[in-house]
C-alpha cells in the first residue's frame, strides 16, 4: 500500500462520520497540547531538583501562562500539581475520544453486516447459485471487525500526528538542535523500519485471501463429512486441507517478524541516536541541565509516539487489506441485485403464460422456444430426463433465471416489468433438495411469516402427512430438527417441506420431485390431498414417479431443449 493510498483511505474514513471524526480530531489536538505542556512543566522541576533554584522565570514560558491563569506563584507543589492535573486531563479526553471512536466502529461493522446479509437477499438466483458460502461466512465473521477498526486506526494515525506536532513544537522551544535531531530520527526509522510495513502488507494481502480459500474449504467439508466418512476419505482431505492452513502459518510466521521487528529493533536505533545526540549536546553545552532533562523526557516521548504511529500504521495496513477484500465483495453482490418490478400485490386469477422461451447455462442450450400455457387451476406435471432442464424451466417462472429471449407473464402482464414478488408471494415452492433450519417444526413449516396461524401450521403438516411423526417425536412441534433436518429422515424433509408450502396457502404450488423420498403409501396419500388442492390451485409437479404423472391433469415432457404436452 502507497502512502498516497493509505492517505486517502484515512480521509475516506474520516469523512464517512464527520462530525464525530471532527469531535476526535478537537480531542486529539488537546491530548496532544496537554502532553506536550505537561512535559514543559517538568521543566522548573528539573531546575528545583537540580539547582534548588528556579533561576529566571522568564525562561519557562508555558508554565507561566497557568501560573498568571491560577494566580499562583512558582513552586514544587504548585509543578507537580499542574504536571497530574494535565496528565488526568489527557486521559480523560482519550477516553472520551476513545469511546467516540469504539462507538462508531461498532455501528460501522453492524452497518457492514446490514448491506452484507440484506445485499444476500437481494441478489439475483444465478450469482447465488454460484455463491462461495465459505468466503462469505469468512466476511461476516472475520473480515467485517477488521474492515471496520479502519476507523479506529485513521483516528489514531490522525491523533498521533496532532500530537507529535505539537510535541515537536514544545522541543522546538526547548532546542532547535534537539528538534531537527527529532525529525531526523523519525526519517530514519520510517527509512529503516519501513521494510517491516512493507513485509506486513504483502504478507496481509496473502492472508486475506488465504482465509477464504480456507474457509471455502472447511465448509465444504462440513458440508460432505458424512461422504468423507462414509468412503474413509479422510486421509485424501486431510492434506488438501491443510495445504492452505500451512501457506497461512507461513504468512502469519513473516506478519510475527514484521510486527515485533518493528517494535524491537526501534529501541536501539532510538538509544544509539540519542547517545550520539546526548554527546554533542553535553561537549557544547547547547542546553543548561534542566533543560536536557526535560529535552531528554520529551525526546523520549517523541520517539514513543513515532514508535505508535508507525504500530498503527502497520495494523492500518494490515487491515485495510481486509476492508478491500470485504469491499470487493460486497460491491458485486451490490452490481449483481435483482432488478425490481413496476408494482406490487397483483394477484394471480386467469393463466401463467411462457412465450419462445430460449435458455441456455454457462453449459450450452438448454431450452429452445418454449412455449407454455397454464390455467389457474389444475395439476400440471413436467417430466424429461434428468438435466433436461425441468428444474431451470420452472426456476424461471418465478424469476431466479432471466430467459435469454421470450417472455413470461401472469394474466398477460409480463412478470419482468411488474416484478417477480408478484408472482413469489403466491407461490409455495418445494425444491428438490429439501431445506430444514437447524430450528423447531413449528418455526420450519411457519417460518418467521406472523401472518402464518398455528392453526394453518397444523393443517398444513396434517396435509403433508407429516402430523404422526411429528407427534411421536420428544418435544413434538416444539423439537428442533438438527442442522439441515440432521436429526429427520429424508422423507420427513420431504414432509415438513410440503407442509411449509402449503402453510402459505398458495396459488402457485411448485413440487420439484417433492415426493420422491417417500414410501407409496405415505406418496400416493399426498398425491390424493394435492389432487384435492388442485381443484382450487394451480400444482405444477416436476417429477419422474408414474404415480404422479398418473394423478396430472396434463404432462409435458422436456426433450431435446423443447416440450412437448403428452398427455392433456
Ligand atoms: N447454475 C447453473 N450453472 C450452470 N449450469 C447449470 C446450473 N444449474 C443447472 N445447470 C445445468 O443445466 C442443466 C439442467 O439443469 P436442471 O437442474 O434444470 O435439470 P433437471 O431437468 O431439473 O434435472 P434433474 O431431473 O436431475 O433434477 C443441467 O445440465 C445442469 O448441469
Ligand atoms: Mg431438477
Same mark, same amino acid.
Given at each position: 500500500?502507497?502512502?498516497?493510498?493509505?492517505?486517502?483511505?484515512?480521509?475516506?474514513? $474520516?469523512?464517512?462520520?464527520?462530525?464525530?471524526?471532527?469531535?476526535?480530531?478537537?480531542?486529539?489536538?488537546?491530548?496532544?497540547?496537554?502532553?506536550?505542556?505537561?512535559?514543559?512543566?517538568?521543566?522548573?522541576?528539573?531546575?528545583?531538583?537540580?539547582?534548588?533554584?528556579?533561576?529566571?522565570?522568564?525562561?519557562?514560558?508555558?508554565?507561566?501562562?497557568?501560573?498568571?491563569?491560577?494566580?499562583? @506563584?512558582?513552586?514544587?507543589?504548585?509543578?507537580?500539581?499542574?504536571?497530574?492535573? *494535565?496528565?488526568?486531563?489527557?486521559?480523560? *479526553?482519550?477516553?472520551?475520544?476513545?469511546?467516540?471512536?469504539?462507538?462508531?466502529?461498532?455501528?460501522?461493522?453492524?452497518?457492514?453486516?446490514?448491506?452484507?446479509?440484506?445485499? $444476500?437477499?437481494?441478489?439475483?438466483?444465478?450469482?447465488?447459485?454460484?455463491?462461495?458460502?465459505?468466503?462469505?461466512?469468512?466476511?461476516?465473521?472475520?473480515?467485517?471487525?477488521?474492515?471496520?477498526?479502519?476507523?479506529?486506526?485513521?483516528?489514531?494515525?490522525?491523533?498521533?500526528?496532532?500530537?507529535?506536532?505539537?510535541?515537536?513544537?514544545?522541543?522546538?522551544?526547548?532546542?532547535?538542535?534537539?528538534?531537527? @535531531?527529532?525529525? *531526523?530520527?523519525?526519517?530514519?526509522?520510517?527509512?529503516?523500519?519501513?521494510?517491516?510495513?512493507?513485509?506486513?502488507?504483502?504478507?496481509?494481502?496473502?492472508?486475506?485471501?488465504?482465509?477464504?480459500?480456507?474457509?471455502?474449504?472447511?465448509?465444504?467439508?462440513?458440508?460432505?463429512?458424512?461422504?468423507?466418512?462414509?468412503?474413509?476419505?479422510?486421509?485424501?482431505?486431510?492434506?488438501?486441507?491443510?495445504?492452505?492452513?500451512?501457506?497461512?502459518?507461513?504468512?502469519?510466521?513473516?506478519?510475527?517478524?514484521?510486527?515485533?521487528?518493528?517494535?524491537?529493533?526501534?529501541?536501539?536505533?532510538?538509544?544509539?541516536?540519542?547517545?550520539?545526540?546526548?554527546? &554533542?549536546?553535553?561537549?557544547?553545552?547547547?542546553?543548561?541541565?534542566?533543560?536536557?532533562?526535560?529535552?531528554?523526557?520529551?525526546?523520549?516521548?517523541?520517539?514513543?509516539?513515532?514508535?505508535?504511529?508507525?504500530?498503527? &500504521?502497520?495494523?492500518?495496513?494490515?487491515?485495510?487489506?481486509?476492508?478491500?477484500? *470485504?469491499?470487493?465483495?460486497?460491491?458485486?453482490?451490490?452490481?449483481?441485485?435483482?432488478?425490481?418490478?413496476?408494482?406490487?400485490?397483483?394477484?394471480?386469477?386467469?393463466?401463467?403464460?411462457?412465450?419462445?422461451?430460449?435458455?441456455?447455462?454457462?453449459?450450452?442450450?438448454? $431450452?429452445?422456444?418454449?412455449?407454455?400455457?397454464?390455467?389457474?387451476?389444475?395439476?400440471?406435471?413436467?417430466?424429461?430426463?434428468?438435466?433436461?432442464?425441468?428444474?431451470?424451466?420452472?426456476?424461471?417462472?418465478?424469476?431466479?433465471?432471466?430467459?435469454?429471449?421470450?417472455?413470461?407473464?401472469?394474466?398477460?402482464?409480463?412478470?419482468?416489468?411488474?416484478?417477480?414478488?408478484?408472482?413469489?408471494?403466491?407461490?409455495?415452492?418445494?425444491?428438490?433438495?429439501?431445506?430444514? &433450519?437447524?430450528?423447531?417444526?413449528?418455526?420450519?413449516?411457519?417460518?418467521?411469516?406472523?401472518?402464518?396461524?398455528?392453526?394453518?401450521?397444523?393443517?398444513?403438516?396434517?396435509?403433508?402427512?407429516?402430523?404422526?411423526?411429528?407427534?411421536?417425536?420428544?418435544?413434538?412441534?416444539?423439537?428442533?430438527?438438527?442442522?439441515?433436518?440432521?436429526?429427520?429422515? @429424508?422423507?420427513?424433509?420431504?414432509?415438513?417441506?410440503?407442509?411449509?408450502?402449503?402453510?402459505?396457502?398458495?396459488?402457485?404450488?411448485?413440487?420439484?420431485?417433492?415426493?420422491?423420498?417417500?414410501?407409496?403409501?405415505?406418496?400416493?396419500?399426498?398425491?390424493?390431498?394435492?389432487?384435492?388442492?388442485?381443484?382450487?390451485?394451480?400444482?405444477?409437479?416436476?417429477?419422474?414417479?408414474?404415480?404422479?404423472?398418473?394423478?396430472?391433469?396434463?404432462?409435458?415432457?422436456?426433450?431435446?431443449?423443447?416440450?412437448?404436452?403428452?398427455?392433456?
Amino acid at each position: 500500500m502507497k502512502i498516497f493510498d493509505a492517505l486517502i483511505l484515512i480521509r475516506t474514513q $474520516l469523512v464517512s462520520s464527520p462530525v464525530t471524526s471532527l469531535i476526535i480530531l478537537v480531542l486529539s489536538t488537546l491530548v496532544g497540547l496537554l502532553e506536550a505542556v505537561s512535559i514543559a512543566t517538568l521543566v522548573p522541576l528539573f531546575d528545583i531538583i537540580i539547582k534548588g533554584d528556579v533561576g529566571d522565570l522568564a525562561k519557562y514560558s508555558f508554565v507561566n501562562y497557568f501560573l498568571e491563569l491560577f494566580e499562583v @506563584g512558582l513552586t514544587t507543589t504548585v509543578v507537580l500539581l499542574l504536571f497530574s492535573s *494535565f496528565i488526568l486531563m489527557k486521559g480523560i *479526553f482519550s477516553l472520551i475520544a476513545m469511546s467516540y471512536i469504539g462507538r462508531v466502529v461498532v455501528e460501522l461493522a453492524l452497518n457492514m453486516r446490514k448491506n452484507f446479509l440484506g445485499g $444476500l437477499l437481494q441478489s439475483n438466483w444465478p450469482s447465488l447459485a454460484n455463491k462461495n458460502s465459505g468466503e462469505f461466512l469468512n466476511s461476516i465473521n472475520h473480515e467485517i471487525p477488521k474492515a471496520a477498526s479502519i476507523y479506529r486506526y485513521s483516528c489514531l494515525l490522525l491523533g498521533s500526528s496532532l500530537q507529535l506536532v505539537a510535541l515537536i513544537y514544545v522541543l522546538y522551544t526547548f532546542s532547535v538542535f534537539a528538534t531537527y @535531531g527529532g525529525i *531526523f530520527l523519525a526519517f530514519l526509522l520510517y527509512i529503516v523500519l519501513g521494510g517491516f510495513i512493507r513485509l506486513s502488507n504483502e504478507q496481509a494481502k496473502n492472508q486475506a485471501n488465504l482465509t477464504n480459500s480456507l474457509m471455502t474449504r472447511i465448509h465444504e467439508l462440513l458440508g460432505s463429512i458424512k461422504v468423507i466418512k462414509a468412503m474413509d476419505l479422510s486421509q485424501f482431505v486431510l492434506p488438501v486441507m491443510l495445504s492452505e492452513a500451512k501457506d497461512i502459518k507461513k504468512a502469519e510466521q513473516k506478519q510475527i517478524i514484521a510486527t515485533h521487528g518493528l517494535n524491537y529493533l526501534r529501541e536501539p536505533i532510538v538509544v544509539i541516536f540519542l547517545c550520539v545526540g546526548l554527546y &554533542f549536546i553535553i561537549e557544547n553545552q547547547f542546553l543548561d541541565d534542566g533543560l536536557l532533562v526535560a529535552t531528554l523526557v520529551l525526546f523520549l516521548r517523541l520517539t514513543q509516539s513515532v514508535g505508535k504511529l508507525q504500530s498503527d &500504521f502497520q495494523t492500518f495496513v494490515v487491515n485495510s487489506h481486509f476492508y478491500h477484500s *470485504f469491499n470487493n465483495k460486497l460491491q458485486t453482490i451490490i452490481d449483481n441485485e435483482e432488478k425490481q418490478g413496476i408494482s406490487e400485490n397483483i394477484l394471480f386469477k386467469e393463466s401463467l403464460e411462457f412465450k419462445k422461451i430460449n435458455f441456455s447455462h454457462d453449459s450450452g442450450k438448454l $431450452l429452445v422456444d418454449i412455449d407454455l400455457k397454464l390455467p389457474n387451476k389444475g395439476f400440471i406435471s413436467i417430466t424429461g430426463k434428468s438435466g433436461s432442464g425441468k428444474t431451470t424451466l420452472i426456476d424461471m417462472l418465478i424469476g431466479l433465471y432471466e430467459p435469454s429471449s421470450g417472455s413470461i407473464s401472469m394474466d398477460g402482464k409480463n412478470l419482468k416489468q411488474i416484478g417477480f414478488e408478484n408472482i413469489r408471494s403466491q407461490v409455495g415452492y418445494v425444491q428438490q433438495d429439501p431445506f430444514i &433450519f437447524n430450528e423447531s417444526v413449528l418455526m420450519n413449516v411457519g417460518l418467521t411469516d406472523e401472518r402464518i396461524a398455528k392453526k394453518d401450521i397444523l393443517e398444513a403438516l396434517k396435509a403433508a402427512k407429516a402430523e404422526s411423526f411429528v407427534e411421536s417425536m420428544d418435544n413434538g412441534l416444539d423439537t428442533i430438527l438438527g442442522e439441515g433436518g440432521s436429526k429427520i429422515s @429424508g422423507g420427513q424433509k420431504q414432509r415438513i417441506s410440503i407442509a411449509r408450502a402449503l402453510a402459505r396457502k398458495p396459488s402457485i404450488l411448485i413440487l420439484d420431485e417433492a415426493t420422491s423420498a417417500l414410501d407409496k403409501t405415505t406418496m400416493l396419500d399426498i398425491l390424493e390431498i394435492m389432487k384435492g388442492v388442485s381443484s382450487k390451485i394451480l400444482v405444477i409437479a416436476i417429477t419422474h414417479q408414474q404415480e404422479v404423472l398418473e394423478a396430472s391433469d396434463r404432462i409435458y415432457k422436456l426433450e431435446d431443449f423443447k416440450l412437448k404436452e403428452i398427455r392433456s
